[in-house]
């Protein structure tokens, strides 16, 4: 435990987790070895004597570290495979021509993407990358709508404009998916800004400083010209800037919307938690009005649908509710954007769960969806559901948006399967990527990414026995870590893969439980949503290990019916809402976790880099400086969360608060009524507990 120790510890590579799982199998050697080496021996009895001190074992437990771990003989190499000073040169082939850099910057609803893919269009062969499958999937349409024959290529899905599958010149992609390799001559970076984003970032940093084309166009906030700039720099590349202005006004309202019952054509409610999206929607339809809802873990194709219906002028529905899945670059016919909150639950990049504000960023974002150029609203409106969020809104929009700084740019993981090649030991895998992290070294500008998810897939199929690369492939896949169902199933293929038994169309069937019904109440459908991520685990899998998931044209088409099966029950969803808090035990309403995986937005719709690349894996960054600037909002976040304590209840009695249907004053009452209620124990709990507390009595009485 003591310091010198522990420091002579990390100067031979073992930081606080290998040190301590050292230790463990060292005392456990000693201890449970029938004979220990002669010389420790000697040295445990010089101890014992008061002959010899304590430290003296630290050589014996540095040799059998070393047994344990043997890379750490190897600690100048994995250092060496760690540096990654350099990212511009991990790309030859862009660093081999000059590359004429195009910045549009301006914000929401300007053109810039209209502008940077005017150019596209009219260039012999181009490549867009965009952070969302819709986008990408906006420009594949548009590109063919115009006769320009443009595939699209994402995690989980290739399409070919033309029919004898010949790539065409024209390529619309998910931004992890475009590749370094290709010479283009028109590539389009859409919402640069992402760049920051500390778990996806990487794929923008890559392209930026990878894409091979003559000209580059980069579309997003302003505030990352400086970035674009300096990152160019390095690469000795210039930027030309082109600044774009609103094409619509947008204006903040001074008033919130309050009541549901001021809704109008054209209003769109943003949540950002799925119970709030059932809740409102709940709420909407019960004043006989038709809704479509859009959140980020439903399928695209029922994305589309509900967008389409919303946006056609001849369908009654006209009232839009979303998380902010609608956030970026979607062109959908929104006259106001109402805030239903403006704390949204978030995942730090230590993983922890946090409440914050939205950032100005984040708000512009949402807000630009407004009046969008070229829909049948010539200007848009944004306000908040409650006058308190309103006054935080108006704050929050009016600060300028901090510089995207970059600090990081880094091959992600692949030095970590080198180094693993080097021992070929699967249970190294998991702790290499950690040493990786800890020993990478990084130009000023870069830091390191996010590797979670490739953590928590090398330590879920650990025990697998995988040869190197699979397991690399498998640990990238794109997987929704918090729902069980997809992860059992991505342990069972990786098993199943591993005794090289082909993963069938039948197998995934009866696992599934193929053909599926439409959902009855919500858990249902949120099922049903597991079972489309399924599929794009599998359709993504095939894409790298073909003649092990042979069936990826059946799949896709069963995942089609999926989607058709999803939306009609997005179209029931208040009679689901319905069943499920009938069928919920009394006190029980919430129907899904508040903590709902709004991050999955990005994986789901992306997927992820082409495993079998070899190429460095770069992974962007955000700068310290662009740290949420949490300090500058504590009052309206520490009030709310003041207020959650103070209601006592989460999020049920902070809702029938919010509808007018507890106030205060009633709440308070109900407490100290429950509470002496409680206290005379008429309720289950209160009996259950003094039964408890009297059992615990009878118990010290016995003894
Ligand atoms: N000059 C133009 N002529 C016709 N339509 C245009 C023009 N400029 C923009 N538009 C249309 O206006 C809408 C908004 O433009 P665009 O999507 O390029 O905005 P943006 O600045 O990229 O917004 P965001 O930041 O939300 O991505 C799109 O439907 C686009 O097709
Ligand atoms: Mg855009």
């Not at 994402?154 to 010949?166: H, M, P």
């Not at 283009?184 to 091979?212: F, H, K, N, S």
């Not at 300090?631 to 999020?651: I, N, V």
């Not at 507890?662 to 209620?677: F, K, V």
Request: glycine share 6%; aromatic share 8%; proline share 5%.
């Amino acid at each position: 435990k003591r310091k010198e120790i522990q420091r002579l510890g990390v100067e031979n590579g073992l930081d606080a987790r290998l040190f301590h799982q050292a230790f463990i199998s060292f005392r456990k050697y000693i201890m449970e070895s029938s004979s220990v080496s002669a010389d420790l021996h000697i040295i445990l009895n010089d101890i014992c004597c008061g002959a010899g001190h304590v430290d003296d074992l630290f050589p014996f437990f540095l040799r059998h570290a070393k047994q344990i771990f043997p890379m750490l003989d190897c600690m100048d190499d994995l250092r060496k495979i760690s540096d990654l000073r350099l990212p511009p040169n991990w790309y030859p082939d862009a660093r081999a021509i000059q590359r004429k850099i195009i910045f549009h910057a301006g914000p929401t609803n300007s053109g810039k993407t209209y502008h940077a893919i005017q150019r596209f269009l009219s260039a012999k062969s181009g490549i867009y990358c965009g952070p969302l499958k819709l986008l990408a999937h906006e420009i594949f349409q548009k590109s063919n709508d115009a006769n320009v024959p443009c595939d699209l290529v994402t995690g989980e899905e290739r399409v070919f404009a033309n029919e004898d599958a010949r790539q065409a010149p024209h390529v619309a992609c998910t931004i992890e998916m475009c590749s370094t390799n290709t010479p283009y001559e028109v590539a389009v970076i859409d919402e640069i800004q992402m760049i920051r984003d500390p778990a996806r970032g990487w794929a923008w940093t890559r392209a930026l400083l990878g894409l091979c084309a003559e000209e580059i166009h980069v579309c997003g906030e302003p505030a990352a010209i400086d970035l674009v700039t300096e990152l160019m720099y390095t690469t000795g590349e210039e930027v030309e800037v082109r600044n774009y202005k609103r094409l619509t006004p947008l204006t903040v309202l001074d008033y919130p919307l309050e009541s549901l019952d001021n809704l109008r054509p054209g209003d769109c409610i943003v949540c950002f938690s799925k119970n709030d999206i059932y809740s409102v929607s709940r709420q909407i339809e019960a004043r006989g009005l038709e809704c479509a809802v859009i959140y980020g873990s439903l399928p695209p194709g029922t994305k589309l649908e509900q967008a389409k219906k919303f946006n056609d002028p001849d369908d009654p529905c006209k009232i839009l509710v979303a998380t902010d899945a609608i956030g970026m670059g979607l062109n959908l016919c929104i006259r106001r954007i109402i805030f239903n909150s403006i704390v949204k639950p978030t995942v730090n990049e230590k993983g922890e769960k946090e409440i914050d504000s939205i950032t100005t960023s984040q708000a512009l974002q949402i807000a630009g969806r407004a009046g969008r150029f070229g829909s049948s609203f010539k200007q848009g409106e944004v306000t908040a559901m409650h006058r308190d969020d309103l006054v935080r809104l108006r704050e929050i929009l009016g600060e300028a948006v901090p510089p995207v700084r970059v600090r990081a740019s880094v091959p992600g993981y692949t030095a970590v399967p080198w180094a693993a090649l080097w021992y070929s030991d699967p249970k190294l895998f998991c702790l290499l990527s950690d040493i990786f992290v800890s020993l990478s070294q990084v130009d000023g500008m870069y830091f390191v990414c996010n590797i979670d998810d490739f953590k928590f897939i090398a330590d879920m199929i650990q025990h697998i026995p995988l040869n190197l690369r699979s397991r690399y492939v498998f640990c990238t896949a794109p997987l929704n870590r918090k729902e069980p169902f997809v992860c059992t199933t991505l342990l069972k293929f990786a098993r199943q893969f591993s005794r090289n038994e082909p993963l069938t169309f039948d197998w995934l069937c009866r696992h599934t439980k193929w053909p599926l019904a439409a959902p009855k109440n919500i858990k249902e459908l949120i099922h049903l949503e597991a079972v489309h991520d399924v599929f794009d685990l599998y359709l993504w899998l095939s894409y790298r290990f073909l003649d092990m998931f042979p069936d990826a044209v059946l799949v896709r088409d069963i995942q089609k019916k999926l989607d058709d099966i999803i939306q009609i029950g997005v179209c029931n969803i208040t009679k689901l809402i319905r069943a499920s808090q009938s069928a919920a035990a009394p006190g029980t309403a919430e129907v899904v976790p508040e903590d709902f995986p709004l991050s999955k937005d990005a994986r789901v719709v992306s997927g992820r880099q082409g495993a079998a690349s070899t190429e460095a894996l770069s992974i962007a960054v955000e700068a310290a400086g662009l740290r949420r600037a949490r300090s500058s909002r504590p009052s309206r976040l520490g009030s709310r969360q003041e207020d959650l304590k103070s209601y006592g209840r989460g999020s049920l009695a902070n809702r029938l608060l919010r509808e007018g249907l507890l106030t205060q004053e009633m709440l308070r009452q109900l407490e100290s009524e429950w509470q002496d209620q409680h206290r005379n124990g008429r309720y289950g709990i209160g009996s259950k507990r003094d039964d408890q507390h009297s059992s615990k009595e009878t118990r010290k009485k016995r003894k």
